[in-house]
């Protein structure tokens, strides 16, 4: 199957809150123009460092956190599912591929753990069925 991308996303990896490893799910946080963003939401995408040509898969969130108490703005958050890697200061190229679900406002963290977790699993499966050339 060959899909078109959704959106590409490109910026470099800022720090976050810290909070993504403790959930169990790392996340590179990428500064981006919020005015450029696609629609907020769980996403399957494939991601490319600085000059790296080779895609590794990733979960991405685009939204901002609602879980957690404090208004913030929207952002990019990129899990990577074969990589924990330090990130910091390098370019994330970030091509979407699939829209998973809406960003919820989950009433604790192990409900937005669990999701996660399937969220993990399920964009693994759309990324290896999907054939692109990112
Ligand atoms: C696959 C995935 C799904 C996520 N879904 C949600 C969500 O529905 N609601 C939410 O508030 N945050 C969601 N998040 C964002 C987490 O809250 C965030 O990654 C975590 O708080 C770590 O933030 P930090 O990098 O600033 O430490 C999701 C993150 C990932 C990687």
Redesign the pocket.
């Known amino acids: 199957m060959s899909t078109p991308p959704l959106g590409e996303i490109a910026g470099v990896v800022v720090p976050?809150?810290?909070?993504?490893?403790e959930?169990g799910?790392p996340?590179a946080?990428l500064a981006t123009d919020p005015g450029d963003l696609p629609a907020d939401g769980?996403y399957a995408a494939w991601v490319r460092i600085d000059e790296d040509p080779h895609p590794r898969a990733a979960?991405?969130?685009v939204?901002a956190?609602?879980?957690?108490a404090g208004a913030r703005e929207r952002r990019v958050?990129v899990?990577l599912h074969d990589a924990d890697l330090d990130l910091y200061g390098r370019r994330l190229a970030v091509t979407l591929v699939a829209r998973l679900?809406p960003?919820?406002?989950?009433d604790g963290v192990d409900a937005?753990i669990a999701?996660?977790a399937d969220?993990?699993v399920r964009?693994r499966r759309l990324l290896a069925a999907v054939r692109m050339v990112p």
């Open positions: 976050g809150d810290g909070r993504g490893r959930l799910f996340t946080n769980i979960s991405v969130s939204g956190n609602p879980t957690f958050e899990h679900r960003t919820l406002r989950f937005l999701q996660t969220d993990v964009c």
